[in-house]
């Protein structure tokens, strides 16, 4: 009767055990995926199919990051409570509150991760980029594949391109010089002068001589300088111009239906060597809390999560097809950011540029 009594004991034991173990780990994740952020469902259904493949929980805290978002952050982080966030650079928060990417990166924890000079600020960098706030060029495939053409490789493709499609009575890159974009100035830096030059005084040379050479090829129409901006922009979402030069926001306004019919590239580099640099700056990066790392079981989830979060494309990309395909391959192959030029010579960049739009009306 008493090893009956035990044994009975024992398969309680196991089956609380079992369920315990079923019940998992709950993860209290802060991010800006919800709302009107083009990532809030894709975002959900991260946490959903995560969910069912670990059997772990998420607590999740996303929301407008504003007073009362970073009010109930500070509160569960002094509680202890907080496990993965999202956050842009220049939170206010230390390796005091989050582990550092540093540390994730040298045990090896993250293989997916890194970390961009950028991020660091002059300390530690404790964010791993997420989310990045790029310029490059869009391309309207299908325009080209029209005209015989493929998505330009180089800074030789691209002008012949260029060429052709004039020569085609096709728009080739929708940009208007009458009202200068500073994404035109900033992606032609790095196309016209090696990396480590970007913002120096010969990139900005060096920019001012690509755009020279597009608008000697016809790149920005016959009349460049009598076209809105608004309107250049509608050329290349209606199809009707092959190319444009712009940030990751345009592509939430290009329509699904033409998902696979655009792709983004970095502009091509004049000198033919590759750029590792993307053209803008970082705009969301992931951490771990200190908190969280203190505990073994809660630690060894968000890592699980924070890999899955940093392989998501819908987190990076608001669009399908192959436009999405495309923006995903640009930021996973960026291994850091440049910065924007205007930010990094606020002073003489305005007149640098009225330099330059006057040495293109005079070609």
């Known amino acids: 009767m008493r090893k009956r009594m035990m044994l009975l004991m024992f398969c309680v034991l196991m089956l609380c055990a079992a369920g315990a173990q079923a019940a998992g780990v709950t993860l209290k994740t802060f991010t800006p995926f919800a709302d009107m952020d083009f990532a809030a469902q894709g975002y959900m259904d991260l946490i959903t199919q995560w969910e069912e493949e670990t059997g772990n929980m998420v607590e999740d805290y996303s929301g407008v990051q504003d007073d009362m978002f970073f009010q109930t952050l500070g509160e569960m982080l002094e509680a202890g409570e907080a496990d993965v966030v999202v956050l842009p650079l220049g939170s206010g928060l230390t390796e005091n509150e989050l582990v550092t990417a540093g540390e994730l990166l040298s045990g090896g924890a993250l293989p997916g991760a890194k970390v961009f000079s950028s991020m660091t600020e002059g300390r530690q960098a404790l964010l791993a980029p997420v989310r990045l706030n790029w310029e490059a060029l869009y391309v309207n495939t299908d325009v080209l594949e029209a005209h015989g053409l ?22 080739p890159i929708a940009n208007a010089l009458c009202e200068w974009p500073e994404i035109m100035l900033d992606c ?22 690509v755009l020279t050479m597009l608008a000697q090829v016809g790149a920005f129409g016959s009349d460049p300088w009598n076209m809105t901006d608004m309107d250049a922009e509608q050329a290349f979402l209606s199809g009707r111009a092959a190319m444009r030069i712009d940030a990751d926001g345009l592509a939430q306004m290009i ?18 060597q590759a750029r590792t640099a993307v053209v803008g700056t970082p ?65 003489g960049f305005d007149a640098w540029a009225e330099g330059v739009v006057a040495s293109l009306m005079a070609l």
Not at 255 to 272: E, K, M, N, T
Not at 307 to 317: C, N, P, R, T, Y
Request: glycine letters at 12%.
């Open 150 to 171: 493929a998505v330009p490789q180089t800074f030789e493709q691209l002008l012949s391109a260029c060429m052709v499609l004039g020569q085609n009575g096709v728009l």
């Open 283 to 347: 705009g969301f990066g992931v951490a771990i809390t200190r908190s969280c790392w203190q505990d073994d079981a809660r630690t060894e989830a968000a890592l699980s999560f924070v890999g899955k979060l940093l392989s998501s494309q819908a987190v990076v990309s608001p669009a399908g097809g192959k436009l999405g395909e495309s923006i995903a391959q640009l930021t996973a192959n960026a291994q850091d950011m440049t910065g924007l030029l205007y930010d990094m010579n606020p002073d």
């Open 188 to 209: 032609a830096a790095l196309s016209g002068a090696p990396q480590a030059q970007y913002g120096q005084g010969a990139s900005l040379d060096g920019a001012k001589s």
């Open 255 to 272: 329509d699904a239906a033409r998902h696979d019919s655009v792709q983004v590239v970095s502009l091509p580099a004049v000198d033919g």
